[in-house]
């Protein structure tokens, strides 16, 4: 069964990837290690379809710590931080989740060789530098792919990516 998994912050969901797996345990398990950080709380809700794994955001709140040290009680009464994984079991997904950091987001547990693999590698590396020549080499790499795109991009833009992506090729 493919299983999405997403993570949401209480405004936004966002699908982080994709892994193929027995059931939802197996899901749960993989998700955990992919994305959380080993000491970080959560607590599980739902069932075998549509499982959260709600992310404790109290330890990373600055208020919390702020309150903390002053040992107010209901610190988190009124607080509006929702972190959640959600892990949804879809029939209909394909087994690939492919992100603009250039890595498919895509497992598959009954074949231990198929975890999350860069299938662009210059991606990999800029992102890897920062999230702008990440950006810049992902708009560099559109342009190239659609080169009509050269029309209506400023060229003083244009030499700004093309110097990027020489800077990337070179590290």
Same mark, same amino acid.
């Given at each position: 069964? /493919?299983?999405?998994? %997403?993570?949401?912050?209480?405004?936004?969901? *966002?699908?982080?990837?994709?892994?193929?797996?027995? *059931?939802?345990?197996?899901?749960?398990?993989?998700?955990?290690?992919?994305?959380?950080?080993? !000491?970080?709380?959560?607590?599980?809700?739902? +069932?075998?379809?549509?499982? %959260?794994?709600?992310?404790?955001?109290?330890?990373?709140?600055?208020?919390?710590? !702020?309150?903390?040290?002053?040992?107010?009680?209901? /610190?988190?009464?009124?607080?509006?931080?929702?972190?959640?994984?959600?892990?949804?079991?879809?029939?209909?997904? +394909?087994?690939?989740?492919?992100?603009?950091?250039?890595?498919?987001?895509?497992? !598959?547990?009954?074949?231990?060789? /198929?975890?999350?693999?860069?299938?662009?590698?210059?991606?990999?590396?800029?992102?890897?530098? +920062?999230?702008?020549?990440?950006?810049?080499?992902?708009? %560099?790499?559109?342009?190239?792919?659609?080169?009509?795109?050269?029309?209506?991009? +400023? %060229?003083?833009?244009?030499?700004? /990516?093309?110097?990027?992506?020489?800077?990337?090729?070179?590290?």
């Amino acid at each position: 069964m /493919i299983y999405k998994i %997403f993570f949401s912050d209480g405004n936004d969901r *966002d699908e982080l990837g994709r892994v193929n797996a027995p *059931d939802i345990d197996k899901a749960v398990e993989y998700a955990l290690k992919q994305y959380f950080k080993p !000491d970080l709380e959560y607590t599980e809700e739902g +069932d075998n379809e549509d499982l %959260f794994l709600m992310i404790d955001s109290c330890k990373h709140c600055e208020l919390y710590a !702020d309150l903390q040290s002053m040992k107010e009680e209901d /610190i988190c009464e009124n607080c509006e931080i929702s972190e959640y994984i959600e892990i949804v079991e879809d029939k209909d997904a +394909d087994p690939e989740y492919k992100t603009i950091y250039g890595v498919n987001e895509y497992a !598959d547990l009954s074949t231990p060789d /198929i975890r999350p693999t860069p299938y662009n590698p210059t991606l990999v590396k800029a992102w890897s530098i +920062d999230s702008q020549t990440g950006v810049t080499e992902l708009m %560099f790499q559109t342009i190239n792919d659609n080169p009509k795109l050269c029309e209506s991009v +400023d %060229f003083e833009y244009l030499k700004k /990516i093309n110097k990027n992506h020489k800077e990337v090729m070179e590290k």
